[in-house]
């Protein structure tokens, strides 16, 4: 089992930018899927990147693209995250999972979460 420990969250201004960081330790096998995910107050965990440990195949939800990168240096996953907007504001959480990739319930282990507030 991963453990995931997320950090750089903080409150920006609309058009700012944070990076996020997700620490991944224990056991991370090579093709699982490393998603970054969010949830605002209100609303469901929605994806927002994925992509294989290894790099490839990487995924961003229409309301992100062109905006936000995810990366991985050694144990680190990244999301760099560019103009932001107020409806960006929300938790977000890293996840390693070896299912679906693209819904919540394909991933199994997940980080405590870092706040990102967007003021507007």
């Known amino acids: 089992q991963a453990r995931l420990v997320e950090s750089g969250g903080g409150l920006v201004q609309t058009g700012g930018s944070l990076r996020l960081s997700c620490f991944a330790s224990g056991a991370i096998i090579h093709n699982s899927n490393i998603g970054w995910f969010r949830q605002a107050p209100g609303k469901e965990r929605e994806l927002v990147a994925t992509?294989?440990?290894?790099?490839?195949s990487t995924y961003y939800t229409d309301a992100v693209k062109g905006r936000f990168t995810i990366s991985r240096d050694k144990n680190t996953v990244y999301l760099q995250m560019n103009s932001l907007k107020p409806e960006d504001t929300a938790v977000y959480y890293c996840?390693?999972?070896?299912?679906?990739?693209?819904?919540?319930?394909?991933?199994?282990?997940w980080g405590q979460g870092t706040q990102v507030t967007v003021s507007s």
């Open positions: 992509m294989i440990w290894t790099g490839e």
């Open positions: 996840a390693v999972g070896y299912d679906e990739k693209y819904t919540v319930s394909g991933y199994r282990d």
